[in-house]
């Protein structure tokens, strides 16, 4: 599989980042994760010939760093990345990041993806989602409406057992992801991955593993990958 550099965000300052995410630890797993990805990172034979994925859709881009690090690897000038946010700074940032990586992204201000609805009902091969998964207080944790005086911490904090927003989350992922899409999403071991991962499979009959996991400080980040199946929408 070819090597891809960590996108350029030389254009972000201090103060981007005091209201938008700034990439991290699990920002890199994310990354990671994804250039290992035998049906996202293809070697140069499969790559001429390659036809998915169409659509792509990032939950909560922050700085764009892993959208336009998805656009570099795929490598589809036809491909559609889009990208969602609560923030509007995130999207600001997302959409400069990819114009200074030469890469086309459309982020769009909202919560989770429900300006994207129905529209891209069941269309989305590719789906990512890095949500606030750090276990805090419910009022810690963003409001469905962006504010004028967005805090930072919103972008991290997951109210009870980290798992408040992506518990509100999945139905939406049902909702998006295309036959045999693939959702890949971050969580801490805190947040109990196999607990979600026997949810998903007994409410939509999708597969789901854990692909890719790191120490980081007293965390444990775990990347978990979803697969829907070719039915999985049926009914």
Request: charged content about 25%; some cysteine; overall charge negative.
């Amino acid at each position: 599989m070819p090597d891809f550099p960590t996108p350029d965000l030389s254009h972000l300052t201090r103060a981007d980042f005091r209201n938008v995410y700034e990439p991290a630890e699990d920002t890199f797993l994310l990354m990671d994760a994804i250039e290992e990805h035998p049906r996202i990172n293809l070697d140069d034979d499969r790559q001429r010939g390659r036809d998915w994925p169409s659509v792509c859709l990032e939950i909560g881009s922050g700085s764009g760093c892993v959208s336009t690090f998805v656009a570099k690897v795929v490598g589809r000038s036809n491909a559609l990345f889009l990208t969602t946010d609560v923030n509007p700074h995130a999207a600001r940032a997302t959409r400069r990041t990819g114009e200074k990586n030469e890469v086309t992204l459309d982020p769009v201000v909202t919560d989770l993806a429900s300006a994207l609805l129905p529209r891209l009902r069941h269309s989305v091969d590719l789906l990512i989602f890095n949500p606030p998964y750090v276990p805090t207080e419910s009022a810690e944790v963003a409001s469905p409406l962006p504010a004028p005086l967005f805090s930072i911490s919103a972008s991290w904090a997951g109210g009870v057992d980290g798992r408040e927003v992506v518990d509100r989350f999945l139905p939406f992922a049902d909702e998006l992801l295309a036959p045999e899409g693939v959702f890949l999403m971050v969580l801490l071991e805190d947040n109990a991955p196999e607990e979600i991962i026997r949810e998903v499979r007994e409410r939509w009959g999708w597969t789901g593993r854990r692909v890719k996991e790191r120490r980081a400080g007293r965390e444990r980040l775990v990347i978990v990958e979803f697969v829907s199946g070719g039915d999985a929408h049926a009914g």
